[in-house]
């Protein structure tokens, strides 16, 4: 497809168990980026890939999140040892190179932990 | 700092009514650019309009309109005769310029009844 996009679209895992995100860029975009969305907190910014610069990881909200983009395409969002505050709808976005490019999200994962 | 504020939580209006939805930013970053996006109930986050700091003029596109004012520090949104269909959630967002991350308001949830 032309758009970014995500799997899984639905996550439901236990409390202390690891989990995945990925996300799909659109071709050519060689900027991405990973946000989340919960009730409580509105959008946050969490990590930001541009070409082969090191990442924007001020976002990130402990230790047990990272994220990586190989061969600056797919990304994958990895949260260790899960917790309930932790489930949120994440959502990633990517853009042409330039900041004053539009961002074009993704569908989103929708993460439950339970 | 960077910021964005929608004040208006929640705005109901009966179709084919106008109605305005308001942002106001705050940077201290000469360059700049702002951003509405549109959420419906299915969850994704569509764009709709980018505009740069330098670039006042006002735009329209069919029933949506954006008035840009950098001496009010304001990007409103206004969408005439609305539809049913335009009920969504809508964030107005900021990139400052140096950055690549987006600075989201917390979002206007707009209903709009038959």
């Known amino acids: 497809g032309a758009g970014v996009s995500q799997s899984p679209s639905n996550k439901v895992t236990e409390k202390g168990k690891d989990v995945e995100l990925r996300c799909d860029p659109i071709s050519g975009h060689t900027a991405l980026y990973w946000y989340r969305q919960s009730l409580g907190q509105g959008l946050e910014f969490l990590i930001y890939?541009?070409?082969?610069?090191?990442?924007?990881k001020s976002g990130l909200p402990s230790d047990r999140f990272s994220a990586e983009r190989t061969g600056g395409s797919v990304s994958t969002l990895t949260i260790q040892r899960t917790q309930q505050e932790d489930s949120a709808v994440y959502l990633c976005a990517s853009s042409s190179a330039g900041n004053q490019e539009t961002q074009y999200f993704g569908p989103g994962t929708r993460l439950l932990v339970l | 700092a960077q910021k964005v504020t929608q004040a208006q939580t929640e705005i109901s209006v009966v179709e084919k009514e106008d109605v305005t939805l308001d942002c106001v930013y705050e940077t201290r970053d000469t360059t700049y650019y702002l951003f509405w996006y549109k959420q419906p109930p299915s969850g994704e986050l569509v764009f709709l309009i980018r505009?740069?700091?330098?670039?006042?003029q006002n735009e329209i596109s069919g029933r949506y309109s954006w008035n840009f004012q950098k001496s009010t520090s304001s990007f409103n949104f206004t969408i005439t005769a609305s539809q049913v269909v335009d009920s969504a959630v809508y964030f107005c967002?900021?990139?400052?310029?140096?950055?690549?991350?987006?600075?989201f308001g917390r979002g206007t949830q707009l209903t709009v009844w038959p």
């Open positions: 967002a900021l990139r400052g310029s140096t950055l690549g991350r987006l600075y």
């Open positions: 890939f541009q070409g082969n610069s090191a990442p924007d």
């Open positions: 505009r740069n700091s330098f670039d006042e």
